[in-house]
């Protein structure tokens, strides 16, 4: 059972308009949740965080929005660029379990939406 | 500062064989974690190294090991290949925050093909 769900496998924006990836989640023990973006070949590489306990999080084209009670949260790109051409992954952060020593928890991702910006 | 570091690159197997992938984290980081990408589940946990001690592990089988040395470099291992492994393995380290990790780095992953 899929526990974080990234239901639109892609999305096509047009240049300089407004980008918006969605995420569902079902645990409510994520304490978290990170967006990461995919080149082709390479690791995904960190974007943004929001907490459990905030609604917003904002770092210069990238806000990160949260609705707890509807267990969603989006990843807004305003305005896109061609080279935010990637695929997106939400991820959320579960805590270790108890009595577990050093454990940072682990990360689960969904399953990713391709995003293409066209010029 | 030098990134996360995945050995090799590319790997083809055929199935029964083992294999070992290697992982050095970012200098100073402790922690590396291991997930698998495959196209139909996405990236999936395997399992957590820290102090040279697996603290954390995925729902995987017995096949899929690790360990971590003491320079915090890891490998993980794979035996009895079968071609559903074949994957993207990616290897991430972090420092140890507290309770908290706001960010893990991913190296370039590991691409696994097995025939």
């Known amino acids: 059972d899929q526990q974080v769900k990234q239901n639109s496998p892609s999305l096509s924006v047009q240049e300089g308009r407004i980008s918006i990836l969605n995420c569902d989640y079902t645990?409510?023990?994520?304490?978290?949740f990170l967006w990461y973006k995919k080149y082709p070949a390479e690791g995904p590489t960190f974007l943004i965080s929001?907490?459990?306990?905030?609604d917003k999080n904002e770092d210069g084209r990238f806000t990160v929005f949260l609705n707890k009670s509807a267990k969603h949260l989006s990843l807004h790109i305003v305005p896109s660029q061609p080279g935010d051409s990637a695929v997106y992954f939400c991820?959320?952060?579960?805590?270790?379990?108890?009595?577990?020593?050093?454990?940072?928890?682990?990360?689960?991702f969904g399953k990713g939406t391709k995003l293409s910006v066209k010029p | 500062k030098a990134g996360v570091t995945q050995t090799p690159r590319y790997l083809i197997k055929t199935r029964g064989q083992q294999v070992t992938l290697s992982c050095s984290p970012i200098?100073?980081?402790?922690?590396v974690s291991w997930y698998q990408q495959t196209p139909g589940q996405g990236l999936q946990f395997l399992f957590e190294?820290?102090?040279?001690?697996?603290?954390n592990k995925g729902n995987f089988p017995g096949r899929f090991s690790g360990r971590q040395f003491s320079n915090s470099r890891s490998e993980m291992n794979v035996s009895t290949l079968e071609l559903g492994d074949s994957a993207l393995y990616l290897c991430?380290?972090?420092?140890?925050?507290?309770?908290?990790?706001?960010?893990?780095?991913f190296g370039q992953g590991t691409r696994l093909t097995v025939v």
């Open positions: 929001i907490s459990s306990i905030k």
């Open positions: 645990n409510s023990m994520f304490d978290y």
């Open positions: 200098s100073g980081h402790r922690s």
């Open positions: 991820a959320a952060h579960l805590p270790p379990p108890m009595n577990y020593g050093g454990s940072q928890g682990n990360l689960i």
């Open positions: 190294y820290f102090s040279e001690t697996q603290r």
């Open positions: 991430a380290s972090s420092l140890v925050l507290g309770q908290m990790n706001t960010e893990a780095f």
